[in-house]
């Protein structure tokens, strides 16, 4: 009985460590990817389009992303994780003082909560806080 017992007992581990090791649905690669936002929905009142070119963000490799804020330079460390989570951290910018209605802050606290994302072709939605999400278009490689 003892044998029977640990033979089950080692066929489930087993079974447990198959099923864990089987792969994920791929989710589509950033690392090396461009793009530019084109419109936000945020808490405040910073909502739609945003000027061509002045927000945008680089996923340089697979841990390292360096974006543009309206007059800022940011820098952040991005995780994923299965299909669609997605975080920033050690997020970081440079500090200049941007023109009024700017939406630096706003896009840079976005950053902050973004928590899974879609990609969908060239276009690439951060989804972060309540139901609200960023929508970005891809740049062609340089």
Request: charged share 15%; proline share 6%.
């Amino acid at each position: 009985m003892r044998t029977f017992l640990t033979l089950l007992l080692m066929a489930g581990t087993s079974l447990i460590m198959v099923t864990a090791l089987e792969p994920t649905a791929p989710s589509p690669q950033l690392d090396g990817t461009s793009w530019t936002l084109v419109t936000f929905s945020a808490s405040d009142s910073t909502a739609g389009p945003v000027p061509a070119r002045r927000y945008g963000l680089v996923f340089e490799d697979a841990a390292s992303v360096v974006g543009q804020s309206d007059c800022n330079v940011v820098y952040a460390r991005y995780h994923t994780q299965g299909p669609d989570a997605l975080a920033f951290t050690a997020l970081e910018a440079t500090r200049a003082t941007c023109a009024d209605g700017s939406h630096d802050p706003a896009f840079r606290d976005a950053l902050s909560q973004v928590t899974h994302y879609a990609q969908q072709g060239p276009v690439l939605r951060l989804y972060y806080g309540d139901g609200h999400h960023l929508v970005f278009q891809e740049q062609p490689a340089r």
